[in-house]
């Protein structure tokens, strides 16, 4: 057999270290500590690692060696771990009597500061949200007195005034009979949740906004040796807070006495061990009905899903949407449900 070339030889070294990083991070996702910070970081760059091994699967093809199936061993491998996270989409499901439209949208404070510049922002995610309708609403980064132009919604519940902490909100066109709020040390995040009467059943609804980046990752943001240490230490921050968040998030949720939605804006991709321990049993509705790449924020032009609707498995989804309308530095999501036993 004909040795490799140097050039080959210095390809299949970068093409191990790709291939070895992927399962690497496949493997730390399951875990509830994060025992390499840097991995962390890398786990938002997981798409792009499939796609790298998906071209040196494709090089040595060309060149007929056989070292195409470490690369290909490694796609099959993040696949199982993983998952898809290209949707294949369902057919439209029209508006039934027992079906639970649910939206999720970090709206940025309704772009109170003008980090869009464009006029009306606030007033056009309004409108967005009163034609889209859905019976369960819940804002990350909300401004409180938005909730004179959400009327319509009878029932809301907010993150209380006595905490210093971003917003969160959640409309209901159904009562909500109970309520409260998480408790997450050192940061301005925050959980709240709240107990809808559905019907002849209470669901309780969760919506969370995990620590935020601090920083928008941007390209300037690693143009230089002193910079990129200053934003690698950030992430690596904030993935830690995460986690601790979603430890919480979880003792939480196994107390609940109801069928329960999540909804929120993680921060981070299903690709981390945060979106594991979130997730645990729940349903993602973007992986059960959702279409493309399920695009909820972009990071360094490139589209990732950070932002959530998961189900406990009593519920039936019926439909997943991400929807392609710049008015914050996220998109919304809305997935319609159904409990099974509304059937």
Not at 60 to 74: G, I
Not at 91 to 108: C, I, P
Request: charged fraction near 20%; charge should be positive.
């Amino acid at each position: 057999m004909k040795k490799l070339s140097w050039f080959n030889r210095v390809v299949f070294a970068i093409n191990v270290l790709v291939a070895f990083f992927l399962l690497l991070i496949g493997l730390f996702s399951f875990l509830q500590f994060q025992p390499i910070p840097a991995l962390a970081v890398l786990s938002l760059f997981v798409p792009i690692l499939f796609v790298l091994n998906g071209l040196f699967v494709f090089y040595w093809l060309v060149l007929r060696k056989r070292k195409f199936l470490w690369s290909l061993l490694a796609i099959i491998l993040g696949y199982i771990v993983f998952g898809s996270f290209y949707g294949l989409g369902s057919d439209a499901v029209e508006s039934g009597e027992n079906h639970l439209k649910v939206m999720t949208y970090n709206v940025w404070g309704f772009n109170k500061n003008g980090w869009i510049k464009e006029p009306n922002i606030g007033d056009r995610i309004i409108d967005f949200v009163k034609k889209e309708d859905p019976d369960i609403l819940c804002l990350q980064e909300h401004n409180r007195i938005r909730y004179k132009q959400l009327r319509h919604y009878p029932y809301r519940s907010e993150t209380p005034y006595s905490a210093p902490r971003s917003i969160q909100a959640i409309f209901s066109k159904f009562p909500i009979v109970g309520s409260g709020s998480l408790d997450l040390p050192g940061t301005i995040n925050n959980i709240i949740y709240a107990d809808i009467q559905y019907g002849m059943d209470t669901i309780r609804v969760y919506n969370f906004h995990l620590q935020s980046y601090s920083i928008v990752p941007t390209a300037n943001s690693f143009s230089s040796g002193e910079r990129s240490e200053r934003t690698y230490n950030r992430l690596v921050t904030t993935f830690t807070k995460q986690l601790e968040q979603a430890k919480i998030f979880k003792e939480h949720l196994e107390n609940s006495p109801y069928q329960n939605l999540v909804c929120g804006d993680m921060n981070n991709t299903q690709f981390s061990n945060i979106y594991k321990i979130v997730k645990g049993d729940l349903q993602d509705t973007f992986r059960e009905k959702g279409e493309g790449f399920g695009r909820t924020y972009d990071l360094l032009k490139f589209p990732i899903r950070i932002d959530y609707i998961l189900a406990d498995p009593e519920f039936e989804v019926l439909s997943h949407q991400n929807f392609n309308v710049k008015l914050s530095d996220h998109y919304p999501v809305m997935s319609t449900l159904r409990l099974k036993s509304h059937q």
